[in-house]
């Protein structure tokens, strides 16, 4: 992919491109995905809680730990979990032991709604990069997680 320059802003960065180009792909390549999950009424970020759960099973999370875990931040996750358990896709029961801690758990019909899409997603992602080579797909994996774990300063 050329670079393209604006009239404006002749000295276009490198880095100002891979920005626009990273945000670019995420876009189109979630928006494939919210297509596959609108299907069932749920949302990205719902069928992201729910995996989330699938995996904390058996002992649940807390708000915090689910929210720490997201994709995308969710500024309103109480909300979002609101909706979800009165959908019948979790459960929150408060701790006998400290009334404060409210543990979140995915439900069997939680369950049966991922197994049901488990299939669906892995068909999808195969078919976003099916036009890239096992290699390069690992090396990209590497080069995302390096700039998602630079350091700040």
Do not use: W
Request: charged share 30%; with cysteine; proline share 4%.
């Amino acid at each position: 992919m050329a670079l393209r320059t604006h009239p404006s802003c002749p000295t276009t960065k490198l880095e100002a491109h891979l920005f626009v180009a990273i945000l670019k792909a995420a876009d189109a390549l979630g928006q494939e995905a919210d297509q596959l999950f609108k299907a069932t009424g749920l949302t990205s970020a719902q069928y992201n809680v729910l995996r989330i759960l699938r995996g904390a099973e058996p002992e649940g999370l807390l708000c915090r730990g689910i929210s720490e875990r997201m994709i995308s931040h969710d500024p309103d996750i109480t909300r979002l979990l609101d909706r979800m358990e009165s959908h019948h896709l979790i459960t929150r029961e408060r701790q006998k032991d400290d009334r404060r801690v409210i543990k979140t758990r995915i439900t069997g019909e939680g369950l049966k709604l991922l197994k049901k899409l488990d299939q669906p997603v892995h068909e999808l992602h195969k078919k976003q990069f099916r036009h890239m080579p096992a290699a390069r797909l690992k090396q990209l994996v590497k080069l995302l997680a390096e700039v998602e774990n630079r350091e700040t300063s």
